[in-house]
């Protein structure tokens, strides 16, 4: 239990450090203590392992530059897997809309 308490208070810190801007290491910190529960959300809208990747480095790069915008209402992990839901279902929209283009052309 200590550990999971710990764990937490560590992933604040860290969340902190970048909202103010004060270290880039606490992001990966950060990342590597979320990417499998990212990887499975997106995973289970896109199905494609390739897509995937792809949509958590958005969803990283995403929540990286927006990391001012979290204010701790709610938890960090679903803050972060809202953006990987959001890019995911958003890869999907420009995947289709590629495909009605390519349709139409025939």
Request: glycine letters at 0%; aromatic letters at 14%; proline letters at 0%.
């Given at each position: 239990m200590f550990k999971i308490v710990s764990n937490y208070q560590n992933i604040t810190r860290d969340i902190q450090a970048v909202q103010q801007h004060e270290c880039h290491?606490?992001?990966?910190?950060v990342m590597d203590?979320?990417?499998?529960q990212v990887r499975r959300v997106v995973y289970r809208i896109v199905l494609n392992?390739?897509?995937t990747d792809d949509i958590v480095q958005e969803t990283f790069?995403?929540?990286f530059h927006k990391?001012?915008?979290f204010k701790g209402a709610a938890k960090f992990?679903?803050?972060l897997c809202r953006i990987a839901?959001?890019?995911a279902y958003l890869s999907l929209r420009k995947k289709d809309n590629k495909l009605?283009?390519?349709i139409k052309i025939y």
């Open positions: 290491e606490a992001f990966s910190r203590e979320h990417i499998d392992a390739y897509d790069i995403k929540a990391i001012d915008s992990s679903s803050w839901y959001n890019e009605s283009d390519r």
